[in-house]
């Protein structure tokens, strides 16, 4: 006996006015790059060491134990040490060779030298943290439509001008792509300067 029992019609295929496609791709692109950059957050705080266990009565708590279990008193990679600072410089890493330098490295000349050891010259390591912490600020959906604009102005340009002058940090190092070159040029020692500690 053949089914004679109506079967409901599926629904209707969603279509979205070719006006606005434009700005679902924006916002598809924007929420990837937020899921991205939540991505790394995640990975950088299930990376960080579990902080020390609280003390109890018995025990009076130290200097060194109650900074511990307060967290780091600094977001700035300066300012962190041993586990923390390599978990940071990890992601900082990435973050420059995947996003920065693919977008904003430019060519390599006398007058705009690079080193591809960046990680090894202190002020680079600070200077790009720096950028990158202001770049989590500003691409933030929070931060608004002009925080992109902001953050190359008031930081992108900036730190390149000071990373990137002939100089800079980098001033022994890589003047032509043909010749690597690496060299942590010295820093004055408090007593060359005349302070003692």
Known sequence: MPDTTATAPGPEPFRV??????DLAS??????????QHGVLLDRLSSEPTPAPQPTDDAPA?????????????????????????????????WVNHLLLPIYGREISTT??????????PEAVARLHALWLAWQQFTDAEAGLPGPSTWHRDHLDQTLVH???????FAACTTSPARPNHRVLATPAPDQLGLTA
Not at 112 to 121: F, K, N
């Open 17 to 22: 006015p070719d006006e606005n496609l434009d």
């Open 163 to 169: 990373l990137r002058a002939p100089d800079g940090p």
């Open 112 to 121: 705009r030298p690079w080193c591809t050891r960046w990680q090894e010259h």
């Open 62 to 94: 130290t200097a060194a134990g109650s900074e511990s279990a307060a967290g780091p008193t600094s977001v700035f990679i300066i300012a962190l040490g041993g586990e923390a600072y390599a978990v940071e410089l990890t992601a900082l890493t990435a």
């Open 27 to 36: 916002s598809l692109a924007k929420t990837m790059a937020e899921v991205k």
